[in-house]
């Protein structure tokens, strides 16, 4: 595969009982650093997951694609309302806004979107 770049880590050892610097790819620290980052996506995904009754095992990735796009959306649209100072929706009311918005049904404006209608236009 060709030559990975190598960083140092502090490991503790068990036969010293000191933490000494252990070398490692930097492929693996980056894993390390940005691990709880996954987990918490992970936990996001099935906090609403799409049922699907279905033998097709295609059918359930896609709806698992479909789950991690509007989770990853949701993410993206807490940090931009953190960074105008309002109050984005949660994420049932994200999943819930696709969906109509998906499916063509215009719904009553909830609090969330008063708070933003520079985000609404069609």
Known sequence: MGVELMSSVI??????KIKEPVSCPVVIRSYNA??????????????????????????HLFAY????????????DQRDSK?????????????IQVFRGASGQMSVKSSSEEARPHLLKA
């Open 11 to 16: 490991r503790y050892c068990s036969e010293t």
């Open 34 to 59: 940005n691990m709880g980052s996954i987990d918490k996506n992970d936990m996001l995904v099935h906090l609403y997951r799409t049922p699907m009754k279905s033998k097709r095992w295609y059918l």
């Open 65 to 76: 694609v479909i789950d991690v796009s509007i989770t990853n959306a949701w993410v993206v």
């Open 83 to 95: 960074a105008l100072g309002v109050n984005g929706p949660s994420l049932q009311d994200f999943r």
